[in-house]
């Protein structure tokens, strides 16, 4: 499906700008809102790969390990954005 393709590209594309973002800012909640939409972001990746499980079988390996690695950057995020 091209709308799940498309969506998924650019929420991928997202963690990481927003995290470069983020540390490039001065003040903490600055730095903390970019994180935050980084989390968010990886999240709707993750819901994304469950999608594709239901959606395109075939992909069910590769999605369930992506999702997994989401969901590591999520709580390492969510662990940032908690401490401070």
Sequence with gaps: NGHIRDQLKRAATSIPLNLAEGSGKMSNKDK??????????????A???????????????????????LEQIARI????CSKN
């Design 32 to 45: 903390l809102r970019f994180y935050a939409i980084a989390r968010g972001s990886a999240m709707e990746c």
């Design 47 to 69: 819901a994304i790969c469950d999608v594709l499980v239901l959606t395109e079988p075939r992909l069910k390996n590769s999605a369930e390990a992506a999702k997994e690695r």
């Design 77 to 80: 995020l969510t662990t940032i």
